[in-house]
């Protein structure tokens, strides 16, 4: 016979297998013999009604597992430089390392990041620590996993003065990530970017700009706006408006061209720098910003020219 255990109930059921054939007793004996119940039969299927039904994970919690699924990065054969896995770095990823018993795997942040604090969801079966390299702007924190046993899995969120790392960790008894690392995209995009600006700004306002030939005499007036232009000035072909050092910060004022009747035109300009470069000669202009609290700044050639001529 076999034995079931309800682990709802708690209750157990005998259950009789291939039945042996019936044997008919007799005489004193057949007054003596008990029947078989006939509610044996139907033990297992009363079993089974209490058995828990499997159901779907509610739609919520779909939700977030398909999320944490699509954002996870997971070691790429290309990503490995040597034995340390390089993830590109995007907020909000997840990235996936791999660790084993006795083996420490090596978390490295970005050269010169300050290490915050370092949260994981079990402190009990994993031993997390950490170190640094270098020194000054190459000095580089290196945060340290290890887990107590195979077949574990936690996660880690390192907060630093740069960004905030998410980063899942599984146990396995065969193979652990020695280490892994970031490059970072965003910043590198950001660092040409700067490069490419700075490069702007010491380059000439335009090619081939013969500085005796410098018309200043422009008169700038209006509303003390934070972006009015420092001065404006041509050289007989195209008229060069200098504003502060910051223009790029902030709202650039579209450049409108005034003609004798006060008419206004949008004209077309190039940024180059802090400069706009306007392909002509005018006598009257205006930089506007804002609708409803408008800031007119205007730019006048005064007639005598050779007054303010500056050579330098």
Wanted: net charge neutral.
């Amino acid at each position: 016979m076999i034995r079931l255990l309800s682990l709802l109930t708690g209750a157990s059921f005998l259950l009789v297998g291939a039945a042996p054939p019936e044997v008919q007793p007799t005489g004193k004996a057949a007054s003596l013999a008990t029947p078989v119940p006939a509610k044996v039969a139907t033990a297992l299927p009363a079993v089974h009604s209490h058995m828990p039904r499997r159901r779907h994970a509610p739609p919520d919690v779909a939700r977030v597992l398909s999320a944490n699924h699509a954002a996870t990065q997971e070691p790429d054969a290309r990503g490995f430089l040597n034995a340390v896995q390089i993830y590109p770095f995007a907020d909000g990823e997840i990235f996936h390392a791999y660790t084993a018993p006795g083996q420490i795997t090596d978390i490295a942040l970005q050269p010169g990041e300050t290490l915050g604090s370092v949260a994981s969801g079990d402190t009990v079966r994993w031993v997390i620590g950490d170190t640094s390299s270098g020194s000054g702007d190459n000095k580089r924190t290196h945060v340290l996993v290890k887990p107590f046993a195979s077949g574990q899995a936690t996660n880690l969120v390192i907060s630093t003065d740069r960004r905030i790392y998410y980063v899942a960790l599984t146990s396995s008894a065969h193979a652990a990530m020695a280490a892994l690392s970031w490059t970072y995209p965003a910043d590198q995009l950001i660092a040409l970017h700067k490069a490419a600006e700075q490069a702007e700004a010491v380059a000439p306002v335009a090619a081939g700009l013969d500085v005796t030939q410098l018309h200043f005499n422009y008169a700038i007036s209006g509303d003390k706006a934070n972006w009015r232009p420092v001065r404006a000035f041509d050289d007989g072909r195209q008229t060069f408006i200098e504003f502060p050092a910051d223009l790029a910060t902030g709202e650039a004022p579209p450049l409108f061209l005034v003609d004798a009747k006060g008419t206004a035109q949008l004209v077309n300009y190039r940024v180059k720098g802090r400069f706009y470069v306007v392909d002509r000669l005018f006598d009257a202009a205006e930089l506007r910003l804002g609708l409803k609290h408008q800031q007119v700044v205007h730019i006048a050639r005064t007639a005598d020219a050779a007054a303010t001529r500056r050579v330098s």
